[in-house]
């Protein structure tokens, strides 16, 4: 009898073990925080700037990481690769920046030739995002 009443205590034991196991794993498998992710990237440009050639191209970056910002690179290239540019620019913020975007249009483009402005963001653990604009000499750039 004592045999069999120290099996029954053993089930008992091994199930409320099996039991605070199952909770543990499930418990494990929640994600208490979130993951990191890519950076905050926005290119804004002036609504009421036209690009004109010669003229420049006015705007403004905003750029953000929880995990800070390493770098900046700022890329211009037209239609007919008349203007070609990349810019490497460092955030004296680690976390949080906004810069202005003023780039210079050279002389001889032709009234709507495209140009295409890529702003990548890299953060301290390696991940990137991108903002792209487009627009053409004599318009605005959407």
């Not at 810019?87 to 050279?106: A, G, K, M, N, Y």
């Not at 995002?129 to 318009?139: I, K």
Request: with cysteine; glycine share 12%.
């Amino acid at each position: 009898m004592t045999y069999r009443t120290l099996l029954v205590e053993v089930k008992g034991g091994a199930g409320f073990c099996c039991a605070l196991a199952g909770i543990i794993a499930l418990g494990a498998c929640t994600d208490p925080r979130p993951r990191p992710g890519p950076p905050t990237v926005e290119v804004t440009l002036d609504a009421n700037h036209t690009i004109t050639s010669p003229g420049s191209i006015l705007g403004s970056i905003y750029a953000y990481d929880e995990h800070g910002l390493d770098s900046m690179i700022v890329s211009i290239h037209s239609a007919d690769e008349r203007l070609i540019g990349d810019s490497t620019f460092f955030s004296s913020d680690p976390f949080e920046t906004t810069r202005p975007l003023i780039w210079q249009v050279p002389a001889g483009m032709s009234a709507g030739t495209g140009i295409q402005v890529v702003v990548r963001v890299v953060s301290y653990i390696g991940f990137a995002a991108a903002d792209t604009v487009f627009g053409a000499v004599g318009s605005t750039l959407r």
